[in-house]
């Protein structure tokens, strides 16, 4: 099959450019090629002339005034990925943007506007929507067997101080805008993305030597939609599982790597109706509710039978769908006006932190 490589120019090759797109881009030259990418550090420019192959540039600016690109992925430090993405917008180029997309809403509308007004993509790297673990919670939760979901929890904590760019501010930073673009996509994707919802959020600085969150406690709420406890912390000595999902019928917990779930079928239970008169058991004694369910279980583990790591397989799974999109008209699966709802709930969850984000 004759397949069109896009030419993909690279801004960055820091833990993001090249760690995570560039490396794996090399991967699949059928789909991609790696013409070009852009470091202020020169070791880190040599060291993608020898891996990749393609040229290598100072400034981001340089390399698409040289470059004819069909892709830019905006690796850039956070706080530069809307700037940056604007400009490569309103010049024509077709944008692949990392996590987080921007900062507010505002500024969602602005990128939105200028890729309806060149004609250009704007996509954002949020591949967590292919966690196989994810897609896999999807599945269950579709077939109906958990019954109505009552709560979701999304916990993804651990003990760690931090002292890099990314817990400033003005970087951006923080474990909201770091983590928390990934499972608050997931949680969306579950609540649902045509309302938004209640929200109550929690930050505390803990651990980290900066001026941004390292605690987050974010609970979104709906009418006749799942409450949502989401949970990112550096401050958890006693990690819990990442997933534990409550439902009327049964419930589903577990990790990226390793999930089950229980459940119950109604029609196989015992028939029961309130009874507001004192309960007795067979001895005539005083007793609580007591009855036998059916319990039926399910249970999954990951598998990467192509051997790419699970972070790279759903890397991977964006970029395919990004090249069928730009290639063949298929649906773009994430979209910038998704990411919009993330960004009006990061930024209740500031509003609400004054003492840390001061208004």
């Known amino acids: 099959m004759n397949r069109q490589a896009l030419k993909v120019g690279i801004i960055g090759q820091g833990r993001s450019g090249r760690n995570i797109h560039g490396n794996l881009l090399a991967t699949i030259p059928e789909y991609y090629t790696i013409a070009a990418v852009s470091d202020s550090l020169p070791e880190r420019r040599e060291l993608a002339v020898k891996e990749y192959g393609c040229r290598a540039y100072e400034s981001w600016e340089e390399m698409v005034r040289h470059e004819d690109l069909d892709l830019v992925v905006n690796a850039s430090p956070s706080h530069l990925h809307f700037p940056i993405s604007l400009e490569l917008l309103n010049r024509g180029f077709n944008v692949l943007c990392e996590k987080p997309l921007a900062k507010t809403a505002e500024e969602v509308d602005q990128l939105i506007e200028a890729s309806e007004r060149s004609g250009k993509v704007l996509a954002v790297f949020q591949q967590s929507r292919y966690q196989q673990a994810f897609m896999k919670i999807r599945e269950v939760i579709d077939s109906g067997v958990l019954g109505r979901i009552v709560q979701v929890n999304f916990t993804l904590n651990n003990f760690a101080r931090r002292w890099d760019w990314q817990t400033l501010q003005s970087n951006n930073g923080g474990n909201l805008m770091n983590t928390g673009p990934h499972p608050l996509d997931q949680a969306l994707q579950l609540f649902g993305t045509d309302v938004m919802p209640q929200i109550t959020c929690i930050m505390d600085r803990a651990n980290t030597f900066g001026d941004a969150e390292d605690y987050v406690k974010l609970i979104m709420r709906g009418e006749g939609r799942p409450t949502i406890d989401l949970e990112i912390s550096s401050c958890c000595a006693y990690s819990r599982e990442q997933f534990n999902i409550q439902g009327t019928n049964g419930g589903l917990r577990g990790s990226v790597t390793e999930l089950e779930w229980k459940y119950f079928k109604p029609e196989e239970a015992p028939e029961q109706k309130l009874i507001r008169e004192p309960l007795f058991d067979s001895n005539g004694m005083p007793a609580y509710c007591s009855e036998t369910l059916i319990w039926h279980t399910g249970s999954w583990k990951l598998s990467t039978p192509d051997g790419l ?12 769908m990004l090249h069928r999109h730009m290639t063949e008209g ?30």
């Open 309 to 320: 790591s699970p972070f790279d397989e759903m890397t991977k799974t964006l970029y395919l």
């Open 330 to 359: 298929a649906e773009l699966e994430i979209t910038p006006q998704q990411v919009r709802q993330q960004m009006l709930v990061m930024e209740e969850c500031r509003r609400q932190n004054p003492h840390i984000y001061k208004p």
